[in-house]
């Protein structure tokens, strides 16, 4: 290709000079307009001059390949295999630059239609064209990607969202412009998510022993009304208590210990030989009875620790949460099932 550009340049640069131009449109205008009167010869020189690397303006990329367009076309109406095969190579110069590049059969002569279709025929390259954003509804709105493969060609279009998640768009046989459409849904009919996705064209040419790939980056958004967040697990501060505090048991055990330990320093404080056996004998019983006490009042507590108001008031705020959720849930589902979704050719890359 870069040979082919070179060659170009080398016949453009054999132009003689011409007479000065206030700039690449207009000379261009003035090519047209000599080709269309008819002389070629003229439109030739003006051509060249604008593909010559010593014209003093700017050409822009759309202006090098209208150049060449019509280098072609003009030297494709010459008699000699010498100008058809420099009609060729000026086409193909165009069709490097840009695949979409055509011929208005209307507009040309046969002559001219050959010499380009043979162009097309020694050059392979697969093209989409940029797009401009579109709105869509997932599943039934559509968006047009505009493909295409130079010569007859194996063509797959596939587009790979933020997860990597395939979905093939058209996998066939192609020559020329295709029309590939998208609905919005990925390969497993789910909505596509916001996020940058990729389109991969893929063609391998028929004709000759090469595979061409161009991608273009979309930036998909969705559009809905806000979604309402739902109510979140409720905390520590948020329930009653449902059991009583461990220091409940624990305090009734102290209770009846601490009734024991008095009984049995009564005994040892006021036991004399006055009061004799009987006195020592009631405090000891008086303290057995105040540890068993304890001890028992420890385990009853220990096993109905459970306030069942408590536990019936939580049970009833988390009813009313899960409702209060649901609710949510389905009126986000409302909300979703209207979303639109807004795509747009990315001006980066993968993100």
């Known amino acids: 290709m870069k040979r082919l550009a070179t060659l170009a340049l080398l016949l453009g640069a054999l132009a003689p000079p011409l007479p000065a131009q206030t700039n690449t449109a207009e000379m261009l205008q003035r090519a047209r307009r000599l080709y269309e009167n008819l002389e070629v010869e003229r439109a030739l020189v003006v051509l060249r001059q604008v593909i010559s690397p010593a014209l003093p303006y700017l050409v822009s990329p759309e202006q090098r390949i209208e150049a060449y367009k ?25 069709l ?9 059969p209307q507009s040309f002569s046969p002559a001219q239609l050959s010499a380009f279709v043979e162009a097309r025929d ?14 869509l509804v997932p599943g039934s709105g559509q968006i047009t990607f505009q493909t295409l493969t130079t010569h007859r060609a194996r063509l797959s279009v596939e587009l790979r969202s933020p997860t990597g998640l395939r979905r093939v768009l058209f996998d066939g046989d192609n020559d020329g412009l295709r029309e590939v459409r998208w609905d919005g849904l990925l ?48 905390g520590p501060g948020d ?3 449902e059991q009583y505090p461990l220091s409940v048991a624990t305090g009734n055990l102290l209770k009846g210990l601490g009734v024991a330990a ?11 030989s006055t ?64 979303t639109r979704l807004v795509i747009a050719q990315a001006t980066g890359g993968a993100r």
């Open 70 to 94: 019509y280098l072609g076309a003009s030297l494709a109406l010459q008699p000699g295999a010498e100008k058809r095969d420099s009609a060729v190579l000026y086409f193909r110069a165009a």
């Open 96 to 104: 490097e630059r840009d695949p979409f590049v055509d011929l208005d």
């Open 122 to 135: 020694r050059t392979f390259a697969a093209a989409v064209r940029p797009v401009l954003a579109d709105t």
């Open 187 to 234: 390969g497993d009919g789910s909505m596509a998510p916001a996020g940058r996705y990729e389109l991969d064209v893929i063609g391998a040419s028929k004709l000759l022993q090469i595979t061409d790939t161009v991608t273009m980056y979309l930036d998909v958004t969705d559009l809905h009304p806000p979604l309402e967040d739902t109510l979140p697990t409720p």
């Open 239 to 241: 329930l009653l208590p």
């Open 262 to 272: 008095g009984a049995l320093l009564f005994q040892s404080v006021f036991t004399n």
């Open 275 to 338: 009061l004799g056996a009987g006195s020592a004998l009631l405090s000891g019983a008086v303290a057995g009875v105040g540890t068993i006490t304890g001890v028992i009042s420890f385990s009853i507590s220990q096993r109905h620790r459970s306030i069942p108001a408590n536990i019936g008031e939580n049970a009833r705020r988390r009813e009313a949460r899960e409702t209060d959720n649901a609710g949510i849930r389905q009126r986000n589902a409302d909300r979703l099932r209207i």
